[in-house]
């Protein structure tokens, strides 16, 4: 229930990850209606891999951000530790 | 299926304990046009959509979950550290007989959550315009509550999902040209 403590460099990482996803988010639905525009497309292939390399950043890092096998765990168990996102 | 992401869509600040603004948000958790309604609308609607169109009801209806957890994220924190005597003052004192400091899904006038507040009329273009009609109800909430507060760590989030309904009215207006379109085209053949 309280706030955990977490690094300026957890933010930092956060940001910019949240930033890349957004990109792709938007593109994705851009392209759910303009599934023919290349342009869109050849953005969404370079913002992508630009997401991958941060998320694989920040879960080296602060732990995985996906669940059920979506991101690597390493040697210790840490899905169910904290910060949730509504706590930081 | 879907998978959780442990992260917010986008940053939530809060700074103050402020239970009366949670009151008003609690309208986009468990309100007619809230974020819950919003995602559990479009995602059952898709079943029966014409294919060019179910993508784009999966990926709004799976967004409006974010944005349903960012909502959540602002009344949490609104309310965690508010005293029972602090909600009463802000007229949660209801909720707080019901709730406790547990969140549900009401409205700002504490009416609970109603498949009555959504539709899937099986017919595309109907529900398409019902869409855009609730995005266009969702934003307007959203500047309704933007001007109750001064809050600017608040206001800043509430902008960006305002921003988003406009987003999601504009591909759902496309999304119905698509089918028109369409519809003409296979009366041509």
Redesign the interface.
């Known amino acids: 229930m309280t706030t955990p403590q977490v690094p300026k460099e957890y933010y930092r990482y956060l940001h910019e990850l949240q930033a890349m996803d957004f990109v792709c988010l938007e593109l994705s639905l851009y392209l759910d209606t303009h599934p023919d525009d290349q342009q869109a497309i050849a953005q969404f292939n370079q913002f992508q891999r630009r997401k991958q390399v941060l998320s694989q950043q920040f879960e080296a890092n602060f732990g995985p951000l996906k669940e059920y096998g979506n991101s690597p765990i390493g040697h210790r168990w840490t899905w169910s530790v904290g910060p949730w996102p509504w706590q930081v | 299926m879907w998978?959780?992401?442990?992260?917010?869509?986008?940053?939530?600040r809060v700074s103050k304990c402020d239970p009366r603004l949670a009151k008003f948000l609690i309208e986009q958790y468990g309100g007619a046009d809230g974020e819950l309604a919003a995602a559990l609308r479009y995602l059952n609607q898709r079943y029966t959509i014409p294919d060019k169109v179910i993508?784009?009801l999966t990926?709004?209806g799976t967004?409006e979950f974010a944005h349903l957890?960012m909502i959540?994220?602002m009344v949490?924190?609104l309310t965690?550290d508010a005293t029972p005597e602090q909600l009463k003052q802000a007229g949660l004192a209801e909720h707080y007989v019901d709730h406790g400091s547990a969140l549900f899904y009401h409205n700002a006038a504490g009416n609970p959550w109603t498949a009555t507040y959504i539709q899937a009329k099986g017919d595309p273009i109907a529900d398409l315009y019902e869409d855009i009609a609730a995005e266009e109800k969702a934003r307007a909430t959203y500047e309704h509550i933007i001007n109750l507060t001064d809050d600017v760590d608040i206001q800043d989030s509430l902008k960006f999902l305002r921003e988003r309904e406009i987003?999601?009215a504009l591909?759902f207006r496309?999304?119905v040209e698509?089918l028109k379109e369409y519809q003409t085209e296979k009366k041509a053949f």
């Open positions: 998978i959780y992401e442990k992260k917010l869509q986008y940053p939530v993508g784009l990926d709004i967004e957890e959540a994220t949490y924190k965690k987003v999601h591909r496309e999304a698509m």
